[in-house]
Structure formats: structure tokens, C-alpha cells
């Protein structure tokens, strides 16, 4: 790498973690029901959703009620976007008179959007109208990430309350989450990439006469800047176009790549901040914001070096991959000009760390190596930042495990900031933890194993087992990128992908909120000389263990299988 390649990498971490804490503390702020310098504006629109909804802000729910509360809006939301597809033809906002979404597709494209995993297995311009973009795909991706930050600010409560069985209002939570945090950063975002060039608008597709051939074309535009803007601030990830991120009027200039990449991680970053505000001891979440970092650049490391070190199937070809001054070099296979090696690398890192899943390259066309590293940063939970409060109370669940262990090994009951952990919340953190490892290997094992599953996998031997594996590893952990070779909108890909996505998120959310109800019922622990510190350098390192332990233990027989053979293959 040359020091182009440092300086891009350095100031993206240094602008992004310069805005952790200001970014973190306005959140514990909204959480926390302070007052905001937002509120002479929103205060007046969040009571009147109040009052319009029949919801009284001061009354608290358990953890069984903020579930409930969680699943019927999310349900209610699902089957919206769900008829919305299938009735798009007759409603208004549709200038290019495009007809229904089939059943199966229509399907898998309302969980995907409720779930905030985003998975698309359908070309946005050539299928879904304005309408539907914005009623369904932009709204649904305001309150699906809004859900994952309500069952994170539950948790924390949850953590740092005692004696009580109340953790929050969901109702409350999720409009805070919206009006304050998202729907102004959102704005933000939109007015800058439409000054950059994305497009924003309710016209019809342009068209225009090529300069090259004379022939003409048709230019799909439409409101782009706004759903982009949410989808990667709220860890969404689904495109307005096909191709998503890389096409020209969604990311249309370096500068822009370079926003909505910061954006990808800026709220999940900031949130280990705004838990550590909450929980009295901003150690804690730099703590927890230290191991993220530290996996996160240790895999980017290995996708820039493996992305920039070429192809040696190109070098037989003659293929000058070297880099130079007027050459980006490497792999340049299936990545757009405009950014390269390291931004591509970069991107494909920062989307499966944190269940984003926008791309602004192919990742179908990363050496094996590059691929296997967003393979495995979604294998490994979505947790090194993850989605926006999702990525979080991951993390969380992997820190029980590595309380409970430590206090195996010395003896003692184990304690995290001065709740005793005992076997339920034991078991909880395991369902947490093992339920997206049975979806992906499950899920890929039923693809490879029926005629459904195989006939739609276009490459052969271990590339086209890397395409299954990745697409259950990004549906069962609701990231939503792909390894865009496999032909995934069929009936059978649709409906599998579809469940796994749906198990993935709320089979998870719920043991949250149970862990969450069980520790506001707890006696609060005062620490003693005995008690494990959960903030130091060692428990840091324990944690990236535990994380990598678990994460090699439960793939590494696919991953040898897929990307790693592969890898032997080319290079022998």
C-alpha cells in the first residue's frame, strides 16, 4: 500500500471516532429524556404523535409487553410493505406503469425491509415504483432501525435499573429513535448527496441520446438521495438502483462515497458511548468500541492486502496490476474507477461489520480471501459495530459469555457492572448467539442439497458454495449484501432467505429484552476487590477471543469448504 492508501484509511477512522463521543452523548441525551437543543421544533410534533396515537409517554412496560409491543408494529409493518408490492400497479406515483411484484418476491422484500436486513433480490428500477420506494422501503427503513435502538436503550435500562420488572416504553423509544436522532441526521445527509449529484426527484426515467453511439437511452432517476441518506444511517443497506452504491446517481463522487461510507458506522460507533453515558462509566463503552475497532482493522487489513496483491489469473493474461501514480493496480475486477482498491476494500468491510449491506463493488469478484473477510464479519454475529442498536446488544450477549467464563475459571459468580449473571441469562446470550450459526449452516446445507437450491447456483465447485454460504450468512444475520452470482430471486431462495431473516431478527430481540428484564429485577451488585474489571486491556483482548474462538469454532469447516479452498486453488 502507498501512503494514498494510509492517509484514506487514516482519516476515515479519525474523523469517524472523533465523532463518537459528541454523537454518543446526544444519544444517552435522547434516551435519557433530557432536554435537547431540538426541542422548541420536535418536542411539539413528538406529543402530538403521542396524542394522535393514544400513547401515554410516562407509562413503562416489561419486557414481555415491550416485545409484544416490538412484534405486532413489526408484523403490522410487514404485511403494509408486503401489499403495497402487490398493489403498486393500481396506486398513484408509478409513472413507469410497472405491474405487481410476485408473490414470493414481494414476500422476501417485506421481511427483508422489516427486519433492517434489506436483502434485494430485485432490480429497484425495473420493479418497484416510487410509491413503494418511499411509502414502504424509505419508511420502513426509518423504524426498522429505530426498533434495533429501542431494544438497545431496553437492555441498557435493564442493566443499570434494579428491582423493578419495567425497562422503557417501546412506543416512546422508537419515536425518540426517529424524530430525534435518525429523521435529522437523515435530512443532513440527503441535502449534501443531492449537492454532490444523487438524484432526487418524482419525475419520469430521462431519455436521452448517447454521445457515444448516438442511440438512446433510458435513464432510470427517481427520490434516491432520501433513501439513501436513511439506508446507510440506519444500517439498511437496500439500493434505490440495482447495483446500489455503485451506480452514478446514488454515489456519485468520492466525496460522497466517502459520507456514506462514515455513515455506515457512525451511529453503531457511537452508540458504545452512549451506553457507556448511560451506564455511568464511559470506560465501558470504550471498551467495547476498542474491540470492534481492533477486529475490524485487522480484517480490512486483510481485505486491502488481499484486493491490492491482484489476480494471478490476470498476471498469466499479461494484465499490468502493479500500482502506480496513474494505476490503482490489484484486483480491479467487478470495482468502479472512481474509488479503487482501498475504498471498494473499505466499503465491502464497513457494510458486513455493520449489518449495512450497500456495496459500491461486486463482492462476487474480491479474491477469495477478500471475500472471505465480509463473509466472516457477518458469520461472527453483525456485532464489530453491527446494525444501529442491534450490533450493540450483540456485543452485549458476547460479553455475558466471556463474564460467565471468566468467572468459571476463578471461581467466583460471575458479575458484569453489578448484575450477577446466572443461567438465564446465560441461556439467553446462547440462543443470541447460536441461533444465526444454525440459520447459515442450516439454510446452506437445504440449498446444496435440492435440486431447488442448486439450479440457480451459476458457478461451479467452490465459488459457487461460497455464493450459498455468503447469501444464508447475510440473511441469517440480516446484512443483506450478496455474492451477486447466485440467481437468489427464485421461489425457493426467496421464501428460505425470507424465514431466515425473519428468525434472525426477532428470535434475537427477544432474548434481549428477557436478558434485559432479568437484570432490572436484580439487586445491583456493589463491586468488591474480587470483582472481574470489565473496562482494562485484559478483558479486551478476552472478549476478541471469545468472539474469535466462537466465530472460527462454528464456520471454519464452511469456510475451508468455500473461500479458503478456493484461495489454494488459484494460488496453489
Not at 80 to 100: H, S
Not at 336 to 363: D, Y
Request: hydrophobic letters at 50%; a neutral charge.
Amino acid at each position: 500500500m502507498n501512503l494514498y492508501t494510509w492517509l484514506q484509511l487514516i482519516i476515515y477512522f479519525g474523523i469517524l471516532l472523533l465523532l463518537v463521543k459528541p454523537l454518543g452523548a446526544y444519544m444517552a441525551k435522547v434516551y435519557q429524556n433530557e432536554r435537547l437543543a431540538l426541542d422548541p421544533i420536535l418536542g411539539p410534533v413528538e406529543r402530538f404523535i403521542y396524542r394522535l396515537s393514544g400513547i401515554d409517554s410516562r407509562t413503562e412496560m416489561t419486557w414481555k409487553t415491550y416485545a409484544v409491543a416490538m412484534l405486532v408494529f413489526n408484523i403490522i409493518g410487514l404485511i403494509f410493505v408486503y401489499a403495497l408490492q402487490r398493489l403498486q400497479g393500481f396506486l398513484l406515483l408509478n409513472p413507469q406503469g410497472l405491474g405487481a411484484v410476485p408473490p414470493d418476491s414481494a414476500w422476501n422484500t417485506a421481511v427483508s425491509f422489516a427486519s433492517n436486513t434489506n436483502w434485494q433480490g430485485y432490480g429497484g428500477e425495473t420493479t418497484m415504483s416510487y410509491l413503494t420506494q418511499m411509502l414502504g422501503m424509505a419508511v420502513q427503513n426509518f423504524v426498522s432501525a429505530a426498533t434495533g435502538m429501542a431494544v438497545l436503550a431496553a437492555l441498557i435500562r435493564g442493566i443499570t435499573r434494579h428491582t423493578t420488572k419495567e425497562i422503557g416504553n417501546f412506543w416512546v423509544d422508537m419515536t425518540r429513535s426517529v424524530l430525534y436522532i435518525l429523521f435529522p441526521l437523515s435530512l443532513v445527509l440527503a441535502l449534501v448527496l443531492v449537492s454532490q449529484g444523487v438524484v432526487q426527484t418524482l419525475s419520469e426515467y430521462k431519455s436521452v441520446t448517447s454521445l457515444q453511439s448516438g442511440e438512446t437511452q433510458l435513464i432510470a432517476v427517481g427520490p434516491a438521495a432520501s433513501q439513501v441518506a436513511i439506508k446507510q444511517l440506519g444500517t439498511n443497506g437496500g439500493g434505490f438502483f440495482n447495483v446500489n452504491s455503485s451506480h452514478p446517481l446514488e454515489n456519485p463522487t468520492p466525496f460522497s462515497n466517502f459520507l456514506e461510507m462514515l455513515s455506515i458506522l457512525l451511529i453503531p460507533a457511537a452508540l458504545c458511548y452512549t451506553f457507556g453515558k448511560m451506564v455511568g462509566d464511559t470506560r465501558q463503552g470504550w471498551a467495547l468500541l476498542t474491540v470492534m475497532t481492533i477486529i475490524f482493522a485487522a480484517l480490512l487489513s486483510v481485505a486491502v492486502w488481499s484486493e491490492q496483491g491482484g489476480n494471478p489469473m490476470f498476471a498469466k493474461l499479461g494484465v499490468d496490476q502493479m500500482q502506480s501514480a496513474m494505476n490503482p493496480g490489484g484486483n480491479m475486477e467487478g470495482k468502479e474507477v472512481r474509488f479503487g482498491i482501498v475504498n471498494s476494500a473499505l466499503w465491502a468491510t464497513a457494510t458486513t461489520a455493520a449489518s449495512n449491506g450497500s456495496v459500491n463493488s461486486m463482492h462476487d469478484s474480491f479474491m477469495p480471501l477478500g471475500g472471505l473477510v465480509p463473509m466472516w464479519l457477518m458469520q461472527l454475529g453483525e456485532i464489530i459495530y453491527g446494525g444501529v442498536g442491534s450490533g450493540l446488544y450483540g456485543m452485549l450477549a458476547f460479553v455475558i459469555i466471556a463474564v460467565f467464563v471468566s468467572g468459571l475459571m476463578v471461581g467466583r459468580t460471575p458479575e458484569y457492572l453489578g448484575k450477577k449473571i446466572e443461567a438465564y441469562e446465560m441461556k439467553m446470550a446462547s440462543i443470541v448467539i447460536l441461533i444465526p450459526v444454525m440459520l447459515v449452516l442450516i439454510g446452506t446445507a437445504v440449498a446444496l442439497t435440492t435440486e431447488a437450491g442448486r439450479a440457480t447456483i451459476h458457478n461451479p465447485s467452490a465459488h459457487g458454495f461460497s455464493e450459498v454460504l455468503y447469501a444464508f450468512s447475510s440473511a441469517g444475520n440480516n446484512n443483506g449484501s450478496a455474492f451477486a452470482g447466485l440467481g437468489a430471486n427464485t421461489p425457493f431462495y426467496n421464501i428460505a432467505l425470507g424465514i431466515a431473516m425473519l428468525i434472525a431478527r426477532y428470535w434475537l430481540a427477544i432474548p434481549v429484552l428477557a436478558i434485559a428484564g432479568s437484570l432490572a429485577n436484580k439487586k445491583k451488585v456493589p463491586a468488591s476487590a474480587g470483582t472481574l474489571p470489565t473496562h482494562t486491556p485484559l478483558f479486551i483482548v478476552w472478549v476478541i477471543g471469545v468472539i474469535i474462538i466462537v466465530g472460527a469454532l462454528s464456520f471454519l469447516p464452511a469456510l475451508a469448504l468455500g473461500p479458503i479452498v478456493e484461495h489454494l486453488m488459484i494460488f496453489g
